[in-house]
């Protein structure tokens, strides 16, 4: 059974820090991981995928994240956040998604 | 190039009635897939289309639930009778095909049952 998980139900951090959102997954199939921003009020949009190649994926708005295959997991990082990148953040496989984790970025 | 549409945005009934949710895909895109989102909770999928035909309904409560996508574009999900249980966003996504194709979301339309 394919399944994933998010560590963080909720992170806060301070403008400017780094943020990481923890992702692991269970898949005995090809593995194919996206993950999804959605902001206040707003359906759910794309931040970055992994298909295949590269483990280190880059990307909108800064965003990136490293597929590890062998700790089954695909961690989301930005450097520096903005108050904008407040939302919530969703790792999935195809059809399969987390839980969620909300980002909440103050000054 | 539009989004994937959906209507009404915001639905109110009472228990036991009937409801109706519509989305219109992105021109092209074969794929349809409606979730269920429960406050705080990932989507969930309900059922997946590829062009007219359901591949995916296994998550789909059959008793009260159905849906349609009748020529392979729009589609309808229809609850007959809701329950207090059923209060939660329902999603509608569409893609290219295939499990490595984006899904683009609609707005969501967000039923409460009284």
């Known amino acids: 059974a394919q399944s994933v998980t998010q560590l963080d139900s909720q992170v806060p951090v301070f403008e400017e820090a780094p943020v990481e959102l923890r992702c692991n997954y269970s898949?005995?199939?090809?593995?194919?991981l996206f993950w999804y921003v959605q902001y206040p009020n707003q359906g759910l949009q794309l931040l970055l995928k992994?298909?295949?190649?590269?483990?280190l994926v880059k990307g909108i708005n800064g965003f990136e994240a490293e597929f590890n295959k062998s700790q089954t997991s695909f961690h989301l990082r930005k450097p520096s956040v903005h108050i904008s990148d407040t939302a919530e953040y969703f790792c999935?496989?195809?059809?399969?998604f987390g839980k969620g984790t909300t980002l909440s970025v103050s000054s | 190039e539009a989004g994937v549409v959906q209507s009404p945005r915001y639905k109110i009934i009472e228990k036991k009635q009937p409801v109706a949710f519509w989305c219109n895909p992105i021109s092209g895109h074969n794929t349809l897939y409606w979730y269920l989102q429960n406050l705080g909770q990932g989507p969930e999928l309900l059922i997946r289309y590829e062009n007219e035909e359901a591949v995916d309904d296994s998550q789909l409560p059959k008793d009260r639930f159905s849906a349609e996508r009748l020529k392979g574009v729009d589609s309808t999900l229809k609850i007959q009778p809701a329950e207090l249980g059923d209060s939660a966003v329902y999603l509608c996504?569409?893609?290219?095909?295939?499990?490595?194709?984006?899904?683009?979301f609609g707005p969501g339309t967000r039923l409460t049952v009284l």
């Open positions: 996504a569409s893609s290219l095909e295939g499990s490595t194709d984006t899904q683009y």
């Open positions: 992994y298909l295949s190649g590269s483990t």
């Open positions: 898949s005995s199939v090809s593995v194919y």
């Open positions: 999935a496989l195809p059809r399969i």
